[in-house]
């Protein structure tokens, strides 16, 4: 999916119309394009953050946002998960290399 075919689809993600398999590429390139994502955002800001702001109820943009990724497509979390756990793995690899460096050098 390109920048173009993401835009066009923002209110079909809004309005919950997007086939599962479109979803997908939704959120991925979403995931990868900081401008589409900023674009979505300014969107479900306009469509949703209005009606609530009328509401007098608190709205949480940022929350609201992931909120929606979150729900949408849930391997995208497990694939969030993954890289988070791949994350620490390498900062306990880091730590382990300073400490042996450490050990070596004192
Ligand atoms: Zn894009």
């Known amino acids: 999916m390109d920048c173009k075919e993401f835009e066009k689809r923002i209110p079909d993600f809004i309005g919950d119309r997007l086939e599962h398999r479109d979803l997908k590429k ?4 979403a995931e990868s394009c900081e401008e589409c994502r900023e674009e979505l955002t300014i ?3 306009v469509m ?7 509401d ?7 929350k609201e946002v992931e909120m929606r990724m ?6 995208i979390a497990v694939y969030n ?9 390498k900062v306990f690899t ?3 290399l300073a400490a042996i460096v450490w050990l070596l050098l004192f």
């Open 81 to 89: 998960t993954l890289k988070c756990i791949e994350i620490t793995m």
């Open 94 to 96: 880091m730590a382990g």
């Open 43 to 45: 969107q479900i800001l």
């Open 56 to 62: 007098g109820a608190a709205f949480d943009l940022s």
């Open 70 to 75: 979150e729900t949408a497509n849930r391997s």
């Open 26 to 29: 939704f959120i991925r390139h």
């Open 48 to 54: 949703e953050g209005m009606a609530r702001l009328e």
